[in-house]
């Protein structure tokens, strides 16, 4: 069965911190991970990630992904208020469909 | 384009009422997908559609049922509801693209089982 785990569950920091989320997943004939900030209504998309050790960047955004060892981490530099939002990780599997599992989000916020 | 709308955006039933929810996307992808969120439980796959006429259960299936008469239209319906069925719940869309597919999710239809 497949499995993600994001962690932390929560987390409160107060602007200009620098915060990681971690997201690890076992999941059958993988083919990518997508991470998603889901804010009052529906997830957006940030970042699909497809080969291991290559950052992908977004201003202050940036993540890796390690395929050996199954896990991926979300930075966010210089928090701001408006970074305050569930995130979401979600393993993409290849073959029809393309499906996603998402993990149950790590809750950020950030205080002023 | 509008994306992914949904309709309607909240709704409360009585135990035991039906509901459909309406779910449409221009974009002319052609997998289409519903999902229910929980606190604490990320969103869950309870349909999918890979393409108009056909769909396929997910994770969470019992107690809907789904249809895709039209490419752009995925119906998601509640023949019985139950308190269990309360939930936000979101469809999305996406298309084949080598590889390189991402979901597009609708707003979401707030649903509150009584």
């Known amino acids: 069965e497949d499995k993600v785990v994001q962690s932390p569950l929560s987390l409160v920091v107060h602007e200009g911190d620098t915060v990681t989320l971690n997201c690890s997943y076992e999941?059958?004939?993988?083919?990518?991970l997508l991470w998603y900030k889901q804010e009052k209504k529906a997830p957006t998309f940030l970042f699909m990630l497809?080969?291991?050790?290559i950052e992908k960047k977004s201003g202050r955004l940036s993540s890796i992904l390690d395929k050996k060892e199954l896990f991926s981490i979300l930075n966010i530099t210089a928090t701001q208020t408006g970074d305050s939002a569930i995130y979401l990780c979600a393993p993409n599997r290849s073959g029809a469909g393309n499906m996603l599992t998402f993990g149950g989000g790590t809750r950020l916020m950030v205080k002023p | 384009n509008a994306g992914v709308t949904q309709t309607p955006k909240f709704r409360v039933l009585k135990t035991g009422q039906s509901m459909t929810l309406l779910c449409a996307q221009d974009?002319?992808?052609?997998?289409m997908y519903w999902y229910r969120q929980d606190p604490g439980m990320g969103l869950r796959l309870i349909h999918y559609s890979v393409g108009e006429g056909t769909t396929a259960k997910g994770e969470v299936p019992d107690g809907y049922n789904v249809s895709r008469l039209k490419k752009q239209n995925f119906l998601l319906g509640l023949e019985s509801a139950a308190p269990s069925q309360t939930s936000v719940y979101f469809c999305?869309?996406?298309?084949?693209?080598?590889?390189?597919?991402?979901?597009?999710f609708g707003p979401g239809t707030r649903l509150l089982v009584l």
């Open positions: 999941v059958t004939n993988f083919r990518s």
């Open positions: 497809t080969s291991s050790g």
């Open positions: 974009m002319n992808h052609e997998y």
């Open positions: 999305a869309s996406s298309t084949p693209s080598g590889g390189r597919e991402t979901q597009y």
